[in-house]
């Protein structure tokens, strides 16, 4: 047996963790899959190549087996069939590009020979398609709750009507800033919803935003862009015209009217550095063509588009290149760690390189550490915002933060920032 797999075998034994083994011949959709199914209790491994695979799953068979259609010299079929042969009990998980038909089909042959099938998950996949298949099975929660002590239930949410706060005047945008990583100081920031209700206090966007593609994002987006900029004049009043980032839902970007209402919202100031609409990866990849002629008019304006969450969903990372994106935001579950965690540490090096390529910038969400802020500056990465540097605040109390920096309280940048203190301001 080689050293690596009895070394995974132990751990999953002593940790009580399940164990799995992900078949792939792309390795940063390998890479994807183990931080999802270690997030799920899992011990996880990738391979590329069925025969190393195969030969693992001889010496040690894991619980469940992550697998691709498309494997170059091979194909799931072929691998299922010899599965078969080794007498595997386990579960397995197909994953593919390739259509639901196909998927479902090559399941049923799964079946036929008597292996344990789960519910096949289309790429792009999201880590929640890969819970959602493994709960469906039961194959997420543990059986022996005699052991698992049960989780303490959750306070009860308060859901806040969005149309209800867009009528009263609650809605805010609070401000988490953005460090420059090759000076450490703050270059802009992301304007991010919050409300203030009478009653229950401040309300975060779980708890306000509606379903995707409710049409109240439509006031709420406009909302958003005239928040924002009235704010960008009250910081640039104070001297910090930071370059500010809000979040658009792709379909209020491509609606007829959402050029005239950036049109009509920018500023007039040769300082307005510009501003950066983010939207997520899976929605970017639903109609990239059509987001690319959009995000080329917002260009004409000094407005870019920003992939945020990137990771979260994955798009094969080469169509980076066929992306009308500016900047691309690595998720935090792959920001989390990536200083001791080496397939982390390898995602962002690739997003940092392919984004680089490409001629995008690069923003680390999420980042908690010193260790992973030194890892992230070591890779190359641009800018960065996460507890490390400052929790989102409102706009005032950032005026308050960037002044006081600026005026000498922290003349030097901090060898490990902390959630109370800011990297001075940096003028555009």
């Known amino acids: 047996m080689s050293t690596s797999s009895t070394a995974t075998g132990l751990q999953a034994a002593m940790s009580g963790a399940r164990c799995a083994f992900i078949l792939d011949d792309e390795v940063q959709i390998g890479a994807l899959a183990v931080q999802v199914l270690r997030a799920c209790g899992f011990a996880a491994r990738q391979f590329t190549k069925p025969d190393p695979f195969l030969k693992e799953i001889e010496l040690s068979p894991p619980d469940l087996v992550v697998l691709d259609l498309a494997l ?6 072929e691998v299922i069939q010899r599965l078969e042969v080794l007498k595997y009990k386990g579960s397995i998980l197909l994953i593919s590009g390739r259509d639901a038909a196909t998927l479902a089909e090559i399941a049923k042959i799964g079946e036929r020979h008597g292996m344990v099938m789960l519910e ?35 306070p009860k949410q308060i859901k806040v009507q969005l ?6 005047n609650w809605l805010e945008l609070w401000y988490q800033p953005k460090v420059d990583l090759k000076s450490l100081s703050v270059a802009g920031a992301e304007g991010l919803l919050r409300a203030r209700h009478p009653e229950l206090g ?23 862009v005239e928040r924002a900029m009235n704010d960008w004049k009250c910081f640039a009043d104070q001297g910090l015209p930071l370059k500010l980032a809000v979040n658009i839902p792709i379909s209020v970007l491509t609606s007829p009217d959402f050029i005239r209402l950036v049109r009509r919202n920018l500023p007039q100031d040769r300082d307005f550095p510009g501003l950066i609409l983010e939207v997520t990866e899976d929605e970017v990849i639903r109609d990239p063509q059509w987001t690319r002629e959009i995000a080329m ?32 935001k690595i998720d935090r579950s792959f920001v989390l ?21 490409f001629g995008a910038s690069v923003c680390a969400e999420g980042v908690e550490t010193a260790a992973d802020l030194r890892a992230l ?30 005026a000498g309280t922290m003349r030097d940048p901090p060898a490990k920032p902390s959630t109370h203190e800011l990297p001075p301001h940096r003028s555009s």
């Open 202 to 224: 401040i309300i975060t966007p779980e708890n306000i935003l509606p379903p995707p593609d409710d049409p109240s994002y439509a006031p709420l987006s406009a909302f958003v």
């Open 163 to 168: 149309a209800e706060a867009l009528r009263n």
């Open 337 to 357: 760690n990536c200083s001791s965690d080496e397939s982390k540490r390898f995602l962002c090096q690739t997003v940092i390189d392919l984004a680089h390529r």
């Open 120 to 154: 096949p998950v289309r790429k792009p996949f999201r880590a929640s398609d890969i819970r959602n298949s493994l709960a469906g099975h039961g194959a997420e929660t543990r059986t022996d709750a005699e052991e698992t002590p049960p989780a303490p239930r959750a």
């Open 72 to 77: 170059g010299q091979s194909d799931a079929v």
């Open 377 to 406: 500056v070591d890779m190359g990465a641009d800018t960065a915002q996460g507890f490390l540097f400052a929790k989102p605040m409102t706009a005032d109390a950032l005026v308050q933060k960037l002044l006081a920096s600026s």
């Open 297 to 328: 008019q917002l260009k004409l304006y000094n407005v870019h588009i920003s992939i945020d969450d990137f990771g979260a969903a994955y798009a094969s990372m080469a169509r980076l290149n066929d992306l009308p994106v500016s900047e691309v």
